[in-house]
Structures are given as structure tokens and as C-alpha cells.
């Protein structure tokens, strides 16, 4: 008899949690799997609606669910957000987190639990680096609050599996795809040149700091890897451990906007937009991914240039005219 995997996905409604529920039906079919996704979120589209900053709810959810593996995506994730909204995000992002782990350690306690952390809870070490690509035992030391709240649940979480917690830790550095809103900087740029293109904006964009390099990987090859840590058996000595999901190949903001543009193929003039900086901003932002790659044979696969060309044609068919 095949083993039955249940996998509870909070945030499963979300850029990355609905790309995740179709990489878990693709192994599906393409493997056979006895598989059962659990998608906790909002919405429609959900299994089920639960407030992660409730303890009772969410003790009953895994009790009822009894998962196997748990991936847990739910966040306020835009940076932005978090800074208008400290104190959401260290409710969501933080005792969330604090909330779902220990429901899993009392009421599911063979079940894996991964955890979607964040570049972000690097912050300074990045200073610290001078350009070169971070291991996941460089200090967490955030610069924001969105990376505090993150580097806060890591740390919680590493702790919990020494008292039992079969935790996997992933920081997954800058990604994107198609679905992904414009609070993030390709869908930003993509969504401008759809609208020029729909004839619906004048042909100039309006951007922040260009200047900065940034570690880019594409949302289809991070979802890969929770899938993969969720799935797979894996070494005991990863448990309690992190992950770095980079691509270990930095890359300007500018060169991010020049391939989009030369993929739309429109001419625009380029303004910056105060409102769009962000003050003091780390220069460079890149990981090391060898840890991954040893544990689950993962490296990302697609290329940038295919990533961004997906993103624009997404949001042109999302502007265009009815």
C-alpha cells in the first residue's frame, strides 16, 4: 500500500501557495503519490479558513488534520506591509508561526515541519559579506521589519527541534513568476509596460533604486524545494536546519528593467519615483545554495530571461483590453 502524504499549506491561496499546490499535483500525476493537500487560506479556493494568530484555531486544525507535512507559507510577506503594519506582522509573521509549530509538536508530532523564512533576516550580514554570497551560518541581523519578524521565527523554530519539532528552515531569496502582485519589483516594472502597452499609461516608468544587485530565482524552482522537503526522505542532521534557495548570481535592479523592456519592446522614459526608495538599502544580496543542493539535490533550473518573459506576457494579458 502507498504511504498517504497530507500536506497543510498555510497561505496556500498566495503567489507562492498556489504555485505550490500545482507543483503537488504535478508530482501527483506524474508519480502516483497517495497525496492529500490541505489548503489553509482565504478565500474561495481554501480547505480551510483559519486565523494562524488564534492558538485555539489553530490547535484544532492540526488535530483534525493530522498532517504529515506541514509548509508553512502564511505571511505578511511585502516588506512594505510589514512597515506600515509592525504590529500585524509580528502577530502573523511571528506568533503565527509560534502558533502553528506548537500545535504540530502536541497534535502531529512525526510530521515534518517546514517553514518559509526569508533572505530578509540576513540584513546587515549582507553589509558584512562585501559582495559575496551568504552561508546560512552568517549572523541574522535584520534591517527591516518584515526581515526581524522572519528572523524571529527562524530562531524559534531552529530552538523547537531540539525539544522535537522535525523542522526544515528554508530562506528563500528574491523570486518571482507569473500571479505575483506589483508589490514586488519585476511584477512592478511588468505591470507599468503592460499598461503602456495597453495604451492605458504614458510611456514613462516610474522606479526606485536601480543601484542594488539582488539574488533572483523564479517561483516555479523555489516550490520545487518545499515540495522535495516535504516528499523526500531526507538525512536526520537536516532537521532543525536552514536552507538557503539562491541562485548565487546577483543581479542589478537595472539589468532586472533593461530585459524587461527590451522583452516588451516599447520605447519609455525611466523616472525615479522618491516614494519608491526605501532609504538605506543593502547593496548587495546574494546566498550561497551549496547546503540545498547537498541535502536535496536542488539548484534552480529556469533562466531569469524566461522567468521575466512569463511575468510580462502575464501581466500584458492581465491589462489587456476587454
Not at 43 to 72: F, K, M, N, W, Y
Not at 137 to 157: E, F, H, N
Request: net charge neutral; proline share 6%.
Amino acid at each position: 500500500m502507498l504511504r498517504e502524504d497530507r500536506i497543510l499549506i498555510t497561505g496556500a491561496n498566495g503567489f507562492v501557495g498556489t504555485w505550490l499546490q500545482r507543483e503537488f499535483k504535478r508530482r501527483q500525476i506524474q508519480d502516483g503519490r497517495n497525496l492529500t493537500v490541505i489548503a489553509v487560506g482565504h478565500g474561495s479556493g481554501a480547505d480551510r479558513a483559519t486565523d494562524i494568530t488564534d492558538r485555539g484555531q489553530v490547535a484544532d486544525l492540526i488535530e483534525e488534520c493530522r498532517p504529515t507535512a506541514v509548509i508553512h507559507l502564511a505571511a505578511v510577506a511585502a516588506p512594505a506591509e510589514a512597515r506600515r503594519l509592525p504590529r500585524r506582522a509580528w502577530d502573523v509573521n511571528f506568533q503565527g508561526t509560534m502558533n502553528l509549530a506548537y500545535a504540530t509538536i502536541e497534535h502531529s508530532p512525526d510530521a515534518r515541519f517546514i517553514f518559509v523564512g526569508s533572505s530578509e533576516a540576513y540584513g546587515a550580514s549582507f553589509i558584512d559579506a562585501a559582495g559575496e554570497a551568504v552561508r546560512e551560518d552568517r549572523p541574522l541581523k535584520p534591517m527591516t521589519v518584515y526581515g526581524a519578524t522572519k528572523a524571529a521565527a527562524d530562531i524559534a523554530v531552529a530552538q523547537l527541534a531540539y525539544e522535537g519539532l522535525k523542522a526544515i528552515c528554508f530562506r528563500p531569496f528574491n523570486h518571482t513568476g507569473p500571479g505575483q502582485t506589483d508589490a514586488y519589483v519585476a511584477a512592478a516594472f511588468a505591470r507599468q509596460l503592460a499598461e503602456i502597452g495597453a495604451g492605458t499609461r504614458p510611456p514613462r516608468m516610474e522606479v526606485g533604486n536601480l543601484s542594488a544587485l539582488r539574488d533572483f530565482l523564479d517561483v516555479r524552482d523555489i516550490v520545487r524545494a518545499y515540495t522535495d522537503a516535504a516528499l523526500m526522505e531526507v538525512p536526520p542532521d537536516a532537521l532543525g536546519k536552514a536552507f538557503n534557495l539562491s541562485s548565487a548570481r546577483p543581479i542589478q535592479i537595472q539589468s532586472i528593467l533593461d530585459m524587461l523592456i527590451d522583452l516588451s519592446g516599447l520605447k519609455v522614459d525611466v523616472e525615479i519615483d522618491p516614494k519608491r526608495l526605501r532609504g538605506p538599502e543593502v547593496a548587495v544580496a546574494s546566498g550561497d545554495n551549496q547546503a540545498a543542493f547537498k541535502t536535496f539535490g536542488w539548484k534552480p533550473e529556469i533562466p531569469l530571461g524566461s522567468t521575466l518573459s512569463d511575468v510580462l506576457e502575464d501581466w500584458k494579458a492581465r491589462k489587456k483590453p476587454q
